[in-house]
């Protein structure tokens, strides 16, 4: 069976079955959905999920690469150790010792499509990490992009400042991966799509600027973007290779244009500006990361902005100077794990920090680790556990 919800010509448009256009992206992902157009869209995704009745156990089409893993039959003795195993090259499972002594479920199946891939997973509650020193170990920098069917994920944690983490919890998130998080995964079936960053950026302006942005499915956007993964969870199983590319791409397409109308990023010329000025700013600070009188006043008087817009572009970020740091800091843990035999003194100074003192104590705040430390984790190849108490996670050798 087709999978044909939705196709992107060259011209990014929009195709149904039919092949009629319904909407159009202007600019970078200014997505306008009528009512009607919305309704349209739901119809042809329930009339594709009625039209197959998958089997999870049948074989996928020739060029999907697809995997299953049920913790009940690999290892039913010691399941979430099994869970940590099976998802430990992406992200870090943190169980405590009572989450040990308790039943635990979950399973996953993964469907990769080239560059791209999707996961449909069912799990009980845990607590999941992907810490710097991990980051500096790995080359994982896919942006995830999770949309939780059933169940919803809590306390994201994007830096250590308690600022930085996100209330409530969340039905739709997205993760760059290449950048730290902590959060708690409640009991769940989220689908997943991992997206390499080079797609990401041609999809939105500055994908970095989304890590651990949440929403909840209560817009007309976010509910046809459930509504079509849905859809393609149910299919994917009896998709071409390239049918489900098109699909996991237009989910992608869908969500960027949801996080970007939350930005205030996509929308209209005023959007489109301040997209603009958003990267600009962006630019000109990267370009000057290593000059120590790289500061928010600085960056006003460069490039002459209004402070109000300014401001209120990197809110989210914690504020102009909280983003400075943090790519200073981002910066610093590189190529601290890279060139071992450059001092801390050295790259604390060369990326605009006016003392060593100064540049320890901005990092261990960001990280809970001296630099020194880091750099020790990085070359040894460990990971940093916390002590073990009644319900904080559990040292467990590997």
């Known amino acids: 069976m087709l999978y044909r919800a939705y196709q992107f010509s060259k011209k990014s448009h929009v195709f149904f079955e039919n092949g009629s256009p319904p909407c159009r992206y202007s600019g970078f992902m200014s997505l306008k959905l009528s009512p009607l157009t919305l309704g349209i869209c739901r119809h042809r995704i ?34 979430l150790l099994a869970w940590r195993d099976r998802v430990g090259h992406v992200i870090d499972v943190l169980p405590s010792l009572s989450d040990l002594e308790k039943p635990f479920r979950a399973s996953i199946d993964r469907y990769g499509v080239g560059q791209l891939a999707f996961t449909d997973c069912r ?9 710097l020193t991990r980051i500096s170990r790995d080359s994982i920098r896919d942006y995830a992009f999770h949309v939780f069917l059933e169940g919803d994920v809590d306390d994201v944690a994007v830096r250590a400042s308690p600022r930085n983490r996100a209330s409530g919890a969340a039905s739709i998130l997205v993760l760059d991966m290449g950048q730290p998080v ?4 409640n009991t769940c079936r989220v689908l997943t799509f991992f997206v390499p960053g080079i797609l990401a950026q041609e999809m939105f302006p500055d994908p970095e600027a989304l ?22 969870s149910q299919n994917i199983a009896g998709m071409g290779a390239s049918v489900a590319d098109s699909a996991i791409r237009t989910s992608a397409q869908l969500l960027l244009a949801a996080f970007g109308k939350q930005a205030g990023l996509s929308g209209n010329a005023r959007a489109a500006a301040r997209a603009a000025m958003f990267g600009r700013v962006r630019r000109y600070i990267q370009a000057n990361l290593s ?67 100064d540049f320890t104590r901005a990092f261990r705040r960001a990280y809970d680790m001296a630099p020194q430390d880091f750099r020790a984790l990085s070359m040894e190849g460990g990971q940093v556990l916390p002590r073990v108490r009644h319900n904080e996670p559990a040292e467990i050798s590997g």
């Not at 799990?123 to 810490?131: A, I, W």
């Open 46 to 79: 329930s009339r594709m999920s009625r039209s197959s009745t998958v089997n999870f156990g049948a074989p996928v089409q020739s060029g999907i690469v697809h995997s299953h893993f049920n913790v009940q039959a690999k290892a039913p003795q010691q399941p």
């Open 291 to 357: 000059n120590e009188s790289l500061s928010p006043e600085s960056v006003l008087n460069a490039l002459q902005l209004p402070r109000p817009t300014l401001y209120r572009l990197f809110q989210h970020e914690g504020g102009l100077g909280a983003y400075i740091r943090h790519l200073r800091l981002r910066q610093a843990a590189d190529e601290l794990a890279r060139y071992p035999h450059v001092t801390v003194t050295e790259i604390a100074y060369g990326l605009g920090f006016k003392s060593s003192s």
């Open 123 to 131: 799990s009980d509650s845990m607590l999941l990490e992907r810490s």
């Open 182 to 185: 902590r959060m708690r995964r």
């Open 211 to 232: 890590h651990g942005r949440t929403m909840q499915n209560e817009t007309p956007l976010t509910g046809l973007i459930v509504e079509h993964v849905t859809a393609l």
